[in-house]
């Protein structure tokens, strides 16, 4: 089973639930999916031993063959090319590698070239197989890295937790395009509810089951439980405010490796979403 | 010497515009001959990449310098290759930049920023 954990607002606990699942399982794949921040391997701390590199393919000018006709400037929609005194310029990091402006150069002036955008690693913690993807800073777009991480997560795991990145954007719809099911992790806040929302809206646009997670709870939240009960979005478990819990995470401990009661918590909560997928699953819905 | 200014309209009482790549005009001043015209900036609708565009513009109005309050990298790359100079404003008024300018009281800004690339900033 593929589960993708995902968050509009960032901070509310979604590398928490998603690396305590990973550990609390028998077995299990760890894909960290927020390449921009990516701290799983911060908890799980695995010695990585394989790093493979992600490319993309960015235009290089043969400046001599350029006529100036700027047809690839106008193109682009990111504008990552300019001309300038009788050369074209290239801004390699706004660059989306649609290939347009080699396709269309009338002198051939243009051709691919590959760039590493980035990076993925594999390591090993006790029962988790952990696979991070890292984008380098600057760079437009996480996109290719996602997807090569997706695409490379081995299938003899029964179990894999996806750890998307924050938002809803492009690499998040990317993040949960392959999974069974998605876990919503919310603050009870106004603006955990905000995002909550956006997610809502996205995980329902992909037509994935999914099921939400309160973090940080202290009494029932009127609003957050009013907009579950509306939208019927099913909620699966809640995590207490709680100063141990938080002490332990900050200090980069997994929780369900330390205490007992944790390890109950959070295995009861991983055979409710187990339980809950397989009957939406089979559902349909 | 022709000189352009970011500026909030197409009238020189609107000002100095915060922004360089998101200004909705420039301004193109002509310090010899006083001729100046107002160019629109289609680069403000672009969702990535504005203050490239916005640069390529006024490199093709053979710009000499730009007096701007900031900029950001990727338009400070296209001037430096363009040998287009960046000073920075002082005020908020189009006249008095202009005049600044010409008694030779402004300087160069030196600093720019990386960008707010897509979060409505610049």
Redesign the interface.
């Known amino acids: 089973m593929k589960v993708a954990v995902l968050s509009g607002k960032g901070g509310t606990g979604k590398t928490l639930l998603s690396v305590n699942l990973a550990a609390v399982s028998p077995r299990a794949l760890y894909i960290d999916c927020d390449i921009e921040e990516p701290n799983g391997r911060l908890f799980f701390k695995p010695a990585f031993n394989k790093t493979e590199f992600v490319t993309v393919l960015v235009p290089e000018v043969k400046q001599t063959l350029c006529n100036g006709c700027r047809q690839c ?1 106008d193109f682009c ?4 090319l ?4 009788g ?1 074209l ?1 290239i ?1 390699d990091s ?1 660059c989306h590698s649609c290939n347009g402006c080699y396709t269309l150069c009338p002198k051939k002036a243009l051709s691919p070239k590959k760039k590493r955008i980035g990076r993925i690693q594999r390591g090993v913690s006790r029962n988790v197989s952990v696979t991070t993807g890292i984008l380098n800073v600057g760079e ?1 777009s996480g996109v290719p890295i996602i997807k090569k991480l997706i695409k490379s997560a081995s299938a003899s795991y029964a179990l894999h937790i996806i750890d998307c990145p924050p938002g809803s954007s492009c690499i998040v719809m990317e993040s949960i395009k392959e999974a069974d099911y998605c876990i919503l992790v919310a603050e009870p806040t106004i603006f955990g509810l905000h995002n909550l929302k956006m997610v809502d809206e996205l995980v329902r646009l992909f037509n994935k089951p999914y099921g939400l997670i309160l973090n940080k709870c202290m009494d029932p939240w009127d609003p957050i439980e009013a907009f579950c009960k509306e939208r019927r979005i099913n909620i699966l478990g809640r995590i207490p405010l709680d100063q141990d819990i938080s002490k332990l995470n900050s200090e980069g401990f997994i929780l369900v490796r330390t205490k007992k009661a944790y390890k109950n918590f959070f295995s009861a909560l991983l055979k409710t979403i187990q339980k809950e997928a397989d009957n939406q699953t089979i559902i349909g819905a | 010497m022709v000189i352009a200014l970011p500026v909030n309209d197409n009238s020189v009482e609107s000002g100095i515009c915060c922004s360089f790549g998101r200004a909705p005009y420039f301004l193109i001043f002509d310090t010899k001959s006083k001729a100046s015209l107002f160019l629109e900036n289609y680069a403000i609708q672009e969702q990535e990449g504005a203050g490239i565009k916005a640069a390529q513009m006024i490199v093709d109005n053979r710009v000499d310098a730009l007096l701007t309050p900031r900029c950001g990298e990727n338009a400070a790359r296209v001037f430096k290759t363009a040998n287009i100079i960046l000073y920075k404003t002082i005020t908020d008024s189009v006249n008095d930049n202009i005049a600044a300018f010409q008694k030779n009281q402004l300087s160069v800004l030196s600093q720019t920023h990386a960008g707010f690339h897509g979060h409505n900033g610049e």
């Open positions: 400037v929609k990111f504008n990552a300019t001309y300038i005194k050369k310029v801004f706004l437009a």
